[in-house]
């Protein structure tokens, strides 16, 4: 076998180097300062009482409900990831023939609006978009983020999982095991922790029809904003 292709395999053969799970993954939308997400869909009720009355109903314990300490908000179908970029600009001066003009960093791209975090609901009966989400979008609008002495922000975690480094040592011989493998464990790939987040659109209105029920029909897509993230490795 060619070197080249030797060196290839050998790098998948390490953990830090093989293909990861991009399907083993969790979230977690917390209140922030200890709070529950009950307390937080009660502050929403408060709000949206105040400015509009008898306009929505909160589902106050709707997200804490239907979530698990160790699997994050059960009804959390996908999430889309923020990115980052840079614009760049050039100075110069006039008159001075064929030099070329400097560069420099303008702008980092701000959080919010299009480059948000978004996460995908699934619809259920009792549907956290319209009982939770939506309320919660109308009182944010009311405050306009602002820290004020109700808070309605939360922090959302992502936790992504992938196969554990313990059987790496010996792939051939775990490879050759019963499945399901025994041997295989998962542990945490990569953490990111979202701060002072708010919810700001769902994207796309609802629809209803006779014809046959499709993946698009009962899962809703949110965007949230946040002041700051940042991304850990346990590992």
Known sequence: MARPIKQRIQVHQDWAGDIPLKNLWGVQIAGRDGASMTEVGNRIQQIVDDYQPRSYQVEAGLIDKFSSSDEGYLLAQNIAMPSESLSINTAGIDSVGGLINGYYA????????????????LETNIDVIDYFIKPWIVATSY?????????????????????SDNAYNNKVANSQTSIPNPNITYSTRKIFNFFNCAPYNTQGGDQMSYNSLSISDITKAVGWTFSHYEISNPN
């Open 106 to 121: 303008a702008n980092r791209t701000a959080y919010g609006s299009g480059n948000q975090v978004t996460i995908t609901f």
């Open 143 to 163: 405050k306009g983020l602002i820290e004020d002495d109700v808070d309605i922000k939360c922090n959302i975690t992502v936790t992504q999982y992938t196969r």
